[in-house]
């Protein structure tokens, strides 16, 4: 079975561009999370996409943005890039969101998309 | 505000010891909590997940335990190998609230298994 994978693997911009990053969940998963890992700052919640729709959102700015397309899969957009969104993110699915029945709620990883701003 | 703390923020120990990392938080109403390494530069790979009701995990040489009521959870590894070396993160869940999926990560520890 195929884990969640990310594009691309590696993202370079300049200050004010934009960049999109990719997430493909695990087959049936219907949540997908993103997460940054800036250096020195830890994991960091940004947003949660469960069935098209965002769930929460961290305490990030508007100019992260996202969405999630009908086969699960997921954008996630920083507009206006500064020096200090340079950082790893991190896609991230689970079998079940907002609804219960199933007990098990894990998080599954992606390999994630170094974006470096400049 | 839920806050993970983790001690050691590295450890290094020699090939074939057994060794135990330390998770705090400070909100116990959690739903589950996930133990995570995370190799450099690299994603997270899910290592054990203990549901709030449990006690531990176990998965090869790793065991998991959650004490809810204090805020801990330690995971034991055991007969240490080079391979382990890696970043290790804890992370909690809230309660399904149906708003609060998101996961709250420790700081993580730094393993080091030297030969």
């Known amino acids: 079975e195929a884990g969640v994978t990310q594009s691309p693997t590696h993202l370079i911009k300049t200050r004010g561009q934009q960049a999109t990053l990719r997430c493909s969940p695990i087959s049936g998963h219907t949540s997908v999370y993103w997460y940054q890992q800036a250096l020195g700052l830890g994991l960091q919640f940004l947003l949660w996409?469960?069935?098209?729709?965002?769930?929460n959102r961290g305490n990030f700015p508007p100019r992260f943005s996202g969405r999630q397309f009908p086969n699960y899969s997921s954008e996630l957009n920083v507009n206006a890039l500064e020096l200090e969104d340079s950082a790893l993110y991190l896609c991230a699915s689970s079998l079940v969101g907002l609804a219960g029945g199933r007990s098990y709620n894990e998080q599954f990883f992606g390999p994630g998309t170094r974006l470096t701003v400049l | 505000k839920q806050e993970v703390t983790q001690i050691p923020a590295a450890l290094s120990v020699p090939e074939g010891e057994n060794l135990v990392l330390n998770c705090s938080f400070t909100?116990?109403?959690?739903?589950?909590l996930q133990w995570f390494r995370q190799d450099p530069g690299k994603g997270l790979t899910s290592l054990l997940l203990?549901?709030?009701?449990?006690r531990e995990q176990t998965s090869g040489r790793l065991n998991a335990s959650l004490d809810k009521s204090s805020g801990r959870s330690t995971l034991y590894i055991a007969a240490s190998q080079p391979g382990d070396s890696a970043t290790y993160l804890c992370?909690?869940?809230?309660?399904?609230?149906?708003?609060?999926?998101?996961?709250?990560f420790g700081t993580g520890t730094r393993l080091q298994v030297t030969l």
């Open positions: 996409y469960d069935e098209g729709e965002e769930r």
């Open positions: 203990i549901q709030s009701s449990q």
């Open positions: 992370a909690v869940r809230p309660p399904d609230t149906g708003t609060a999926s998101k996961l709250t």
């Open positions: 909100d116990s109403a959690i739903y589950n």
